[in-house]
């Protein structure tokens, strides 16, 4: 079946830049997703990405993905204090019709 | 804009009773709901997809006589978790498709289920 794989925790300085990368097996992906979730609260999505771009940009973050290496990435730059949360990777392969797969979340931990 | 409700935002019950919750797009119109779980330190977990007007179709592992889904409106998705037992209790999210934004998915606040 489907998988998504993630680090579980990230450490940044505030003010660098935080790359959090994915991996995923279905190929049939179209639409990838990258969602935030903070303590106690539901998910938030931040940005996606369609299977035949390779990169997007909005504001702070930047999207990239390698289709060939099944890999997505999430650049947040000049990270903040508010940025710490838990960063979910998610697939959808019909054309986000179907529900999502998700990775199991990426802990993003600013140090001051 | 696309914002998703869920209500209640927590709950506990005693084991074998059955609990209601509900999911609603307030200000879109949702042709497909989700429902997911998401247990302590885990990842989501696909349940069911709900398309108003027709049956819930549940992921492999999921009973569907104990987790009943009802997608009555373009704006609401009930779950009831019948009898529900202690390892049920998990953190119940839902989220919505828009009918004009297909590719996106807005997830709800989430509901807490605790059954002692």
Same mark, same amino acid.
């Given at each position: 079946g489907e998988d998504v794989e993630q680090s579980l925790f990230l450490s940044v300085r505030e003010g660098d830049s935080s790359v959090i990368n994915c991996t995923y *097996?279905?190929?049939?992906? *179209?639409y990838l997703y990258w969602y935030k979730q903070e303590p106690g609260a539901g998910l938030q999505l931040l940005t996606y990405i369609f299977s035949n771009m390779d990169m997007k940009q909005d504001q702070r973050l930047t999207v990239l993905l390698n289709k060939k290496d099944k890999h997505l990435s999430l650049r947040i730059a @000049? *990270?903040? *204090?508010? @940025?710490?949360a838990i960063y979910f990777c998610a697939e959808s392969g019909?054309?986000?019709a179907d529900g999502l797969t998700f990775g199991k979340g990426t802990h993003l931990i600013i140090q001051p | 804009g696309a914002v998703v409700s869920q209500h209640p935002s927590w709950v506990i019950c005693k084991s074998g009773t059955s609990v209601k919750i509900e999911c609603r797009s307030l200000d879109f119109q949702a042709t497909t709901m989700f429902w997911y779980r998401q247990f302590p330190k885990q990842s989501l977990m696909l349940m069911a997809t709900s398309n108003e007007g027709s049956k819930a179709t549940y992921e492999q592992g999921v009973e569907k006589d104990k987790f009943l889904i009802n997608h009555?409106?373009?704006t609401l998705s009930t779950l009831t978790v019948t009898s529900?037992?202690?390892?049920?209790s998990s953190f119940y999210i839902c989220s919505a498709r828009s009918v004009s934004k297909a590719n996106e998915q807005f997830f709800g606040p989430g509901t807490r289920l605790t059954v002692l």
């Open positions: *097996t279905d190929s049939s992906s *179209t @000049d *990270t903040q *204090t508010g @940025d710490s019909g054309g986000g | 009555a409106s373009l529900a037992h202690p390892e049920d």
